[in-house]
């Protein structure tokens, strides 16, 4: 049996008009991946990636140039409105109306869907967000994390079955980054499929179940995290040495050799064909003396580096 994906992107662009002649930004150069459903999927990249350009367009916030994308299986240029109820888009920047307390933002937002007010859940939505004792303070009132948890309770206003994201934790301190983390991962396990962007590696890593990486407006990788993880089976050990390098003998152990310095060599080697002590041995067959030996794992920033370093851009 296959499910319908939470959302299927097929093949995204997106040019932005230029101005004066000036050429367009191409921030979506033909995007496609899907987002399981029941997942906690982490969109990452680099500032200017087009991050917030694909959720945008998924919020029907910016108009695609071409492609497809649909959610809960609605197409978004022919359902929209289905699609836009199958999903709750809590945006990077915090805006509200000052004078609005949390439960009318919430009562607004459900009269903007039109939801009944037997079918409201304002009161309920507080408690999940720990708001209940904010329910009448203005919204001016309240802290940067109080803000933020009370966007994701009015994403969250008409039940939808997907929740994204758009830079939740970036620029908050440790504390509100936890409370963001156990919220959730609150909602996920009652069921809602979550998409974050992100550009915090630990972050994806502690909390996504899988990863998408886009650069430059294209897809590099769409993987479950543990596979992504898996794929650093690299180690790396730093030698200085006595005299300046000029070669080293290849070996199948190695993936890369570099000299930071004249007299430092860096050797990164797969860690299933030899040992740190192979690759010293190796460096001194070939005549060198050591110095000094540093060695460390190789995590996921070493498997983003090294995959968006392979994705150079083709154009502006
Ligand atoms: P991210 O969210 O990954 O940081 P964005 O989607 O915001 O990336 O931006 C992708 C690229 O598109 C960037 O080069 C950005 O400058 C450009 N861009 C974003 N929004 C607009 C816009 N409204 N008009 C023109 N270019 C834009
Ligand atoms: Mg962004």
Redesign the pocket.
């Known amino acids: 049996m296959t499910t319908t994906p939470a959302i299927r992107i097929e093949a995204l662009e997106k040019r ?1 008009a230029g101005v004066r002649g000036e050429p ?2 191409h ?1 979506l150069k033909g995007v496609s991946f899907d987002v399981p459903q029941g997942q906690i999927f982490g969109l990452l ?1 680099p ?8 959720i945008n367009i998924l919020a029907g916030l910016v108009v695609k140039t071409g492609g497809r994308a649909s959610i809960w299986g609605f197409d978004i240029d022919e359902h929209p409105r289905n699609a836009k109820r199958s999903i709750g888009i809590v945006p990077q920047e915090i805006v509200f109306d000052p004078f609005f307390t949390p439960y009318e933002v919430l009562e607004n937002q459900a009269g903007f869907y039109g939801i009944p007010a037997r079918d409201r859940r304002s009161a309920a939505l507080l408690e999940a967000v720990r708001l209940a004792d904010k329910r009448d303070a203005y919204a001016r009132t309240l802290s940067g994390g109080m803000k933020r948890r009370l966007l994701i309770a009015k994403a969250m206003v008409h039940s939808p079955p997907i929740l994204v994201l758009d830079e939740p934790t970036a620029g908050v301190d440790v504390d509100l980054r936890r409370q963001l983390w156990e919220l959730v991962t609150a909602l996920n396990r009652d069921g809602v499929t979550v998409v974050l ?1 992100t550009h915090y590696l630990e972050e994806a890593e502690a909390l996504c179940d899988h990863i998408a990486i886009i650069n430059h ?1 294209e897809l590099i990788t769409s993987k479950p995290t543990r596979e992504l993880v898996e794929m650093a089976r690299e180690k790396i050990v730093r030698v200085s040495l006595d005299r300046e390098v000029s070669t080293l003998p290849p070996h199948d152990a190695f993936r890369r050799v570099e000299t930071p310095q004249p007299r430092m060599l860096e050797v990164t080697y797969d860690r299933d064909v030899a040992t740190a002590g192979q690759v010293l041995a190796i460096i001194q067959q070939a005549g060198y003396g050591i110095e000094d030996v540093t060695t460390r794992e190789a995590d996921l920033e070493d498997v983003f580096v090294q995959l968006t370093q392979d994705s150079a851009p083709r154009d502006a």
């Open positions: 932005y367009g930004k921030a990249g500032n200017g990636a087009g991050k917030s350009t694909l962007t407006g």
